[in-house]
């Protein structure tokens, strides 16, 4: 059985930084996409940034010079960096993971089978 699991959310205030991972187990991924996707109250669930096998990256240009995705396929994680963190990027986020192997758009959340159970991250002002 596939499992995702997020770890190192939690209350920081604004300006400060976390680390997010995720952790899979039950196949590899080494040679697909994951991701970190968002979802703030009352909103849709967005794309933080994605990454392929071959380690580049995709990020929204909400978070971009302020949040870096990295993966070790040999552990089969996955984390987050979170610098410079603001209160709008409070919400529950979400490590996500493709059986897809080949071309694909890491962007598009349709081509995510896996998803972790969301870890709370909340940026206080």
């Known amino acids: 059985q596939v499992q995702l699991v997020e770890s190192g959310g939690g209350l920081v205030q604004a300006g400060g930084s976390l680390r997010l991972s995720c952790a899979a187990s039950?196949?590899?991924?080494?040679?697909?996409?994951m991701a970190w996707f968002r979802q703030a109250p009352g909103k849709e669930r967005e794309l933080v940034a994605a990454i392929r096998s071959s380690s580049s990256t995709n990020y929204a240009d909400s978070v971009k010079g302020r949040f870096t995705i990295s993966r070790d396929n040999a552990k089969n994680t996955m984390d987050l960096q979170m610098n410079s963190l603001k209160p709008e990027d409070t919400a529950v986020y979400y490590c996500?993971?493709?059986?897809?192997?080949?071309?694909?758009?890491?962007?598009?959340?349709?081509?995510?089978?896996?998803w972790g159970q969301g870890t709370q991250v909340t940026v206080s002002s």
């Open positions: 996500a993971a493709t059986r897809t192997i080949g071309l694909i758009d890491p962007t598009d959340r349709r081509i995510y089978n896996y």
């Open positions: 039950g196949r590899t991924f080494s040679n697909s996409a």
